[in-house]
């Protein structure tokens, strides 16, 4: 991907991790390593988050899961989209017969939510948005 030169990336990553019963703190450490080698590059990173899906992790490890994404774009001060499946997961006409990929009416209701973010990103030209 750096190959390519973005400008901007959108990080949203992790949910398999939690689905799979990784320690939240891994995926917190592959994000964080992330977001310091694309910043390193002059990218800017809009970091969208995910929720632990209940019952998968314990309720400690899944408020650690949740709490991750906001810690990174407060540590990083990152533009931040909360949930990146906001209004789509759990609605069945935006997904796919498994319950939880977006389909393609899901696909345009995320790219509704995150449009105004990356576009006031790709207007300021900053780091952070």
């Not at 390193?40 to 949740?66: C, H, N, T, W």
């Not at 006409?93 to 977006?102: A, C, I, K, Q």
């Amino acid at each position: 991907m750096l190959a390519l030169q973005p400008g901007l990336v959108i990080l949203e990553l992790g949910c398999n991790d939690m689905l799979n019963g990784l320690d939240p703190k891994l995926a917190e450490s592959h994000l964080e390593e992330m977001i310091v080698e694309l910043r390193s590059k002059g990218i800017r990173v809009l970091l969208a988050g995910m929720r632990a899906k209940p019952g998968m992790l314990g309720v400690a490890d899944e408020q650690r899961f949740d709490a991750l994404f906001p810690a990174l774009a407060a540590r990083y001060a990152l533009p931040f989209y909360p949930y990146f499946l906001q209004d789509v997961l759990g609605n069945p006409e935006l997904v796919l017969w498994g319950g939880v990929h977006p389909n393609s009416k899901g696909v345009r209701r995320i790219v509704d939510g995150v449009a105004p973010i990356v576009e006031r990103m790709l207007d300021s030209g900053s780091l952070s948005g």
